[in-house]
Each structure stands twice: as structure tokens, then as C-alpha cells.
């Protein structure tokens, strides 16, 4: 009898593993990283310049190939992030996690980060983009090895808190295509006044905002997001933590 309502030991394991279920946004995250995928990839992969969405800047020649392995690397990025961020397969296959982290920071970030210095240095955008696109890998470049170099040290707290703001920048590049669209939308009823029919002028502009806006945004969100995680965290262990005893008399009478 008293072995039959002694709790198990794999209860509480197994109660505490994250479910699949619980995380409803990564599934449709994955889906629109796949659709990103899709249309952005075919132009870079058909070795084409003339399929390139950037215009190619008469001072750099090989801007193109610079561009499309940035591409390349930047997807396997964004694939292998998708799944770093899934709680349920972290918890259920952690080597396979580690292995898909170097992945990620090797095979995808730096070279994809690396070469979008290079890319950025080159845009045809003019130089406000240019100095968000080289501020963008830069931080993307800094969070994600501080990032790997906190799980060297076995520092996973401060390890997920990299990660997180290296995964907000990794799908900045999504936010920045919507803003392009919505921003091309809001400003082309002024095409011929306030930019006076100047296609490269209302392109720079496009960019630029979208540049920005692409970046920061999700990187403050991702910011906010850890902030109110983390004090949410420091609220439950308190509530969890036992009262503090009482003092005793022997404790509490001044000593001669």
C-alpha cells in the first residue's frame, strides 16, 4: 500500500517537460520563415545578377556574389533558429540542440553576418542604410558569439538572454521586407511632389526607414520581452521561496 501512493520519481520529470503545444508561435514562426524562404532564395540561387532585388553599386562589382552567399548563409540561420527556439525540442533532444547551435552560429551567423558587413558597406541606398545595415551586423555578430560564449562557460541564463536578441535580429530581415512594402505603399501617393519623380530618391527613403525600423523594433521587443520574463521568474521564486524563520530570543538579546 505504501508503495502504491508513493509518488514516482519520473512524475515530476516528466510533468515538467515542455509540451509542444504550449508555445502556438512557433509553428506559424516556421511557416513564415519557410514562405520568406522561398520568395527570397530563387533570385540569389539562379547565379543570375540580373534576378538580384538590390541593385548592384557600379563601385563594387562582385556585390552580387557577396549578396547571394549572404543569403544563403543568413537562411541556414533562420532554419536552425526556428528550432533552437522550440522549448519542446530542446527539452527532448538536447544533443541534438548543441548541434544545431554550432549550426547556427558557425554554418549560418557569422558567415551570413560577415558578409552582410561587407554587403551593407556597398548598399546603393545611400549611407543612412548603409550605417543601419553595418550597425545591424554588428550586433548581430555581438550577441551571438557573446551568446555561444556564455554556453562555454555553462552560463545558460545569460546564454538564452544572447540568444534571444540573436534570433530577434536573425528574423529582423523579415520585418524589414514588410516595412519596405508598407512604407513603398505610404509614400508613393507623393512620388511626384515630395519626391519630384525621383525613383533612386523615394527608393533611399524606402530603405532607409525599412532599414531601421526593421531592426530596432524587434530588438527593443525582444528586450521588453526578456525584462518582463525575467521579473515574472523573480516573482515566482519568491512566492516559492520559504519565509525567513523567526528570530530567536538567544538570536535577538544583545550579547555583553
Given at each position: ?98 548541434v544545431i547551435g554550432r549550426v547556427y552560429v558557425f554554418g549560418g551567423c557569422l558567415p551570413s553576418g560577415l ?139 544583545p550579547r555583553p
Amino acid at each position: 500500500m505504501t508503495l502504491s501512493t508513493a509518488p514516482s520519481p519520473a512524475g515530476p520529470a516528466r510533468s515538467a517537460r515542455p509540451r509542444w503545444w504550449r508555445r502556438p508561435w512557433v509553428a506559424p514562426l516556421m511557416v513564415v520563415a519557410a514562405a520568406f524562404l522561398a520568395f527570397s532564395l530563387p533570385p540569389y540561387l539562379s547565379l543570375d545578377p540580373s534576378q538580384s532585388r538590390v541593385p548592384a553599386p557600379d563601385f563594387f562589382p562582385p556585390h552580387f556574389v557577396v549578396l547571394s552567399l549572404h543569403v544563403v548563409f543568413g537562411s541556414v540561420a533562420m532554419v536552425t533558429c526556428c528550432l533552437q527556439i522550440w522549448p519542446w525540442f530542446r527539452g527532448r533532444h538536447p544533443r541534438a540542440h548543441r548541434v544545431i547551435g554550432r549550426v547556427y552560429v558557425f554554418g549560418g551567423c557569422l558567415p551570413s553576418g560577415l558578409l552582410g558587413l561587407v554587403a551593407g558597406l556597398a548598399t546603393p541606398w545611400g549611407p543612412v542604410t548603409m550605417v543601419s545595415n553595418v550597425l545591424l551586423a554588428l550586433l548581430w555578430l555581438g550577441c551571438t558569439l557573446a551568446g555561444w560564449r556564455m554556453a562555454r562557460q555553462r552560463r545558460f541564463v545569460d546564454h538564452r538572454r544572447w540568444m534571444v536578441r540573436s534570433f530577434a535580429l536573425t528574423m529582423s530581415i523579415i520585418t524589414n521586407r514588410l516595412y519596405g512594402v508598407l512604407f513603398t505603399i505610404l509614400l508613393l501617393p507623393q512620388f511626384e511632389t515630395t519626391f519630384r519623380g525621383d525613383e533612386a530618391l523615394m527608393g533611399s527613403t524606402v530603405a532607409a526607414l525599412s532599414a531601421w525600423l526593421g531592426w530596432v523594433l524587434p530588438l527593443l521587443v525582444a528586450e521588453w520581452w526578456l525584462e518582463r520574463g525575467d521579473a515574472a521568474g523573480r516573482r515566482r521564486r519568491a512566492t516559492r521561496s520559504p519565509a525567513p524563520a523567526a528570530a530567536r530570543p538567544a538570536d535577538t538579546a544583545p550579547r555583553p
